[in-house]
Structure formats: C-alpha cells, structure tokens
C-alpha cells in the first residue's frame, strides 16, 4: 500500500540542472523526515539529503551549495533540485521516508559529455 514514485532523472551534461521528484502514497507524509540517497555503478548506497517533517534540511558535502531539497506536504511530494551537475553525481537516486523502510525503485541520473 506504501509507495514512493521517484521522478525526474534524465541525461544531461555537466554543469546542466535536474530536479527529482519522489511521490508519496499510503503514508501521513507531513510527519515523515525524507531522504534522497543514490548509488552510483559499484559504489555503496549514500545519503544525499534529508529533509526533516519540518523542512529542516542537511546535505552531503559532496552536494552542498548545488543541491537543494524541499517538500510539499499538500503534495505529499518531496524535491531535489540538483545544480551544476557533475559527472560523479551519475547515479541512481532514491527517496526513503525515515524509519519506514520505505524506498522507491529510483530515477537514474546520467551527467555526461
């Protein structure tokens, strides 16, 4: 019943913008902290980004001051915006309401020349 739609990934060249969207259905959303995470190929799961139910947000280091995380409880939608995008930001992105144990199945993130 719990579901979370990742959405937005794409192939863009480096230095471009995408924004990520993750969808929430078959949960009180507004009372969930949500977190973006990826993998890239052969590389271990790694967060991204949370957002706590408040809006409180903390990044990576390798993402801050391009990424941006936001949500909309109206929406029961949560929100990467990613800027300046690097080749080392390819991955597959994931969104995870805190403590559920809820994933998605990801959206891939493709930064290449």
């Known amino acids: 019943q719990v579901q979370l739609v990742e959405s937005g990934g794409g192939l863009v060249q480096p230095g471009e913008s995408l924004r990520l969207s993750c969808a929430a259905s078959?949960?009180?959303?507004?009372?969930?902290?949500m977190g973006w995470y990826r993998q890239a190929p052969g590389k271990q799961r790694e967060l991204v980004a949370a957002?706590?139910?408040?809006?409180?947000?903390n990044y990576a280091d390798s993402v801050k001051g391009r990424f941006t995380q936001s949500r909309n409880n109206s929406k029961n939608t949560v929100y990467l915006q990613m800027n300046s995008l690097k080749p080392e930001d390819t991955a597959v992105y994931y969104c995870?309401?805190?403590?559920?144990?809820?994933w998605g199945k990801g959206t891939l993130v493709t930064v290449s020349s």
């Open positions: 995870n309401a805190d403590g559920t144990g809820y």
């Open positions: 957002i706590t139910s408040g809006g409180r947000t």
């Open positions: 078959g949960i009180i959303f507004s009372i969930y902290g």
